[in-house]
C-alpha cells in the first residue's frame, strides 16, 4: 500500500511538473509573439490613419483569441461572468494592450492629439479647480488611453508628478521586453502630453521623500496605480480579496502616502466609451487620517479598492490585469459575490512608505 501511494504521489508529482513545465513554455511564447506583434505595430501607428492601425491592434488580439492563452483568458472570464458572454469579454481584454500600444506610438510621433479628446467628467472634485490645493489621484491598471486624459493640462491644472513601477530596461526575457514596450510607450506617450511632468518610479526611499515634499508643497498633484498586486515584499501589504482574485497581496502606499503628506486622495475610474469619449468617473474625496494612525491604512485602502473591483466589474474588458477566477460578479447585485476580508486580518508590518526625516 506505501509503494502503490508512493508510486501516486512520484505520478502526481511528474504530472504537476510537466503541466508547469508546459503552461511556462505557453508564457513565454506568447510573450515573445506580443512582443514581435508590437513591433510590427508600431510603423502601422506611426504611418497608417488611426482606423488602420486600430484594426490591425484589434486582429492581434484576434490572434491571440484562439491560442491556449485565448483559451485561458476565456477560461477565466466565463468563471468570473457568467451571465456574459465570455468570449466577447476575452477577446476585448486581449486586444486591449494593442490598442494602447496604438494610441501611445500616435501620441508619441504626434498624430494623436489628446488635447482634441472628447473628456465626460461624472462629479468632478472641487479641490482640483483649486491651482494651489495638492492631493493624490488614485487610480487602477485600466485602458491605458483613457488614463492618458488625466495628464491633460484642462483635467489637472497642478504640479503632476505620476508614479510607475520600475521598468526592467536591462533584462532580454520575453515578458521584460513586452512590459518594457508597452510601459515604455505609455510613458513617451505621457511625457508627450505632459512636458513637465515628473516620473517617479517606485521603490527607493528617496522617491517616497520626494513625494512627500512635493505633495507638502502647495499646488502639486501625485497620480498612482493603487490596485497592483504587491509582490515585492508581501509582509509589508496587505492581503484581500479583490475582482476576482480571493486573495491578493495589495500595497498600503497610496494610504500611507496621504497620512504622512496629509493630502487628501481622489479615486479616479476611467474608460472609453464605444463612440470614442473618454469617461472619467470621480469619487469624492478621502481626507487623510490622523498622522500617528496607521491602522486607518487599511481602512482607505479598501475604500479605495471597493471602488476599483465594481470598476472591473463593470468593465472587464477595459482592466489591463489579469481578473482571476475564484469570485463571481454578480449582475443583479452589481457586486463581487465574496466578502471583503476582516480588516484585522492585515499585516502589522511597516510599508514601502516610510516617515521622513
Known amino acids: 500500500m506505501r509503494l502503490e501511494a508512493d508510486k501516486r504521489g512520484g505520478w502526481r508529482a511528474a504530472g504537476g511538473s510537466v503541466l508547469r513545465r508546459y503552461r511556462g513554455a ?5 510573450d515573445l509573439v506580443r512582443v514581435a506583434m508590437l513591433a510590427l505595430l508600431r510603423p502601422a501607428a506611426i504611418y497608417l490613419p488611426r482606423r488602420w492601425a486600430l484594426a490591425l491592434a484589434d486582429l492581434a488580439g484576434r490572434a491571440f483569441h484562439v491560442t491556449p492563452i485565448g483559451a485561458r483568458v476565456r477560461r477565466s472570464m466565463r468563471s468570473a461572468f457568467p451571465d456574459r458572454d465570455a468570449g466577447a469579454l476575452a477577446l476585448e481584454w486581449l486586444r486591449g494592450p494593442f ?3 496604438v494610441v501611445a506610438t500616435q501620441i508619441k510621433s504626434g498624430r494623436e492629439r489628446p488635447s482634441q479628446w472628447q473628456i465626460e467628467h461624472r462629479n468632478f472634485p472641487d479641490l482640483l479647480r483649486d491651482p494651489i490645493a495638492s492631493a493624490i489621484i488614485a487610480t487602477g491598471h485600466f485602458s491605458r488611453q483613457s488614463m492618458s486624459g488625466l495628464y491633460l493640462p484642462s483635467v489637472v491644472p497642478q504640479k503632476l508628478t505620476t508614479v510607475i513601477a520600475p521598468i526592467d530596461r536591462t533584462s532580454r526575457n520575453a515578458r521584460a521586453l513586452r512590459l518594457r514596450l508597452l510601459m515604455g510607450g505609455m510613458v513617451d506617450a505621457i511625457k508627450r ?4 511632468i515628473e516620473v517617479a518610479e517606485i521603490g527607493a526611499l528617496s522617491v517616497i521623500a520626494q513625494l512627500v515634499r512635493n505633495l507638502r508643497a502647495p499646488g502639486h498633484v501625485v497620480i498612482i496605480a493603487a490596485d497592483g498586486a504587491w509582490q515585492r515584499d508581501k509582509a509589508s501589504g496587505y492581503e484581500r480579496a479583490f475582482a476576482g482574485h480571493a486573495k491578493r497581496n495589495v500595497a498600503l502606499g497610496t494610504a500611507r502616502l496621504a497620512r504622512i503628506s496629509q493630502r487628501p486622495i481622489v479615486t479616479c475610474v476611467t474608460y472609453v466609451e464605444a463612440d470614442g469619449r473618454i469617461v472619467m468617473d470621480w469619487g469624492a474625496p478621502i481626507a487623510p487620517a490622523d498622522k500617528a494612525d496607521a491602522a486607518a491604512d487599511v481602512r482607505v485602502t479598501d475604500l479605495m479598492l471597493d471602488v476599483f473591483e465594481r470598476a472591473v466589474g463593470a468593465r472587464p474588458g477595459q482592466y489591463v490585469l489579469p481578473i482571476g477566477e475564484e469570485r463571481r ?3 443583479a447585485a452589481q457586486c463581487w459575490m465574496d466578502a471583503r476580508p476582516v480588516v484585522a486580518q492585515a499585516s502589522a508590518a511597516p510599508s ?4 521622513p526625516a
Open 26 to 30: 505557453v508564457k513565454q511564447t506568447g
Open 99 to 101: 490598442r494602447d500600444y
Open 193 to 196: 502630453i505632459r512636458g513637465d
Open 329 to 331: 460578479w454578480s449582475e
Open 352 to 355: 514601502r512608505i516610510a516617515e
